[in-house]
């Protein structure tokens, strides 16, 4: 008899053991978050022209003759979903007058933050490599974000930069 009551305690004791185990498990899956989803969104009316020459970071070819130039890459993105498109990437295969690549092993080319549903305006600012052949051309614009952060998020306090600002302000 004394042999059963050890195979019974170690019958218990290993479905306790499984017991807990799915306890844990169904615990996990409830408290971790689905992963962000992406989702891709159209882009349109794209321009890229020289930044605004009060643009601080415009560098003039005095002011900085070995440095970079600044373009202007603008147009609008549609989110024609029904919630918000968050951490929103753009990407872009931007090339000079032969059609060489000007950012060499990118394509992203910046983020454009929460995408709202609807149409939004967005421009990113790209350093391009002084003495790049013009004219600067773009081809294959396409954003991309996600519908749960993905990224730290920025601090109501964090400052916009110019180009970002008078965006934000029309």
Known sequence: MDNNRVVSRASALALLRRAACMVLLSLLVLLVPPPALAADLQVRDVTLEPCPADDIAAQPE???????????????????GRKAVVDTDVFALIVDS???????????????????????????????????????????????????????????DDELLPLEQALADQ
Do not use: H, M, W
């Not at 609807?118 to 954003?143: D, H, M, Q, Y």
């Open 62 to 80: 005095l002011r900085r003759p070995a440095g970079a130039s600044c373009y202007a890459l603008r147009g609008t993105v549609v989110n024609e």
């Open 98 to 156: 032969s059609g060489e690549p000007v950012l060499q092993n990118r394509t992203r080319v910046g983020s454009i933050g929460d995408v709202p549903p609807g149409t939004s305006s967005f421009a990113l600012r790209l350093a391009v490599p002084s003495g790049t052949p013009e004219p600067i051309r773009f081809r294959n614009v396409k954003a991309r974000g996600f519908s749960a952060p993905v990224r730290s998020r920025a601090g109501v």
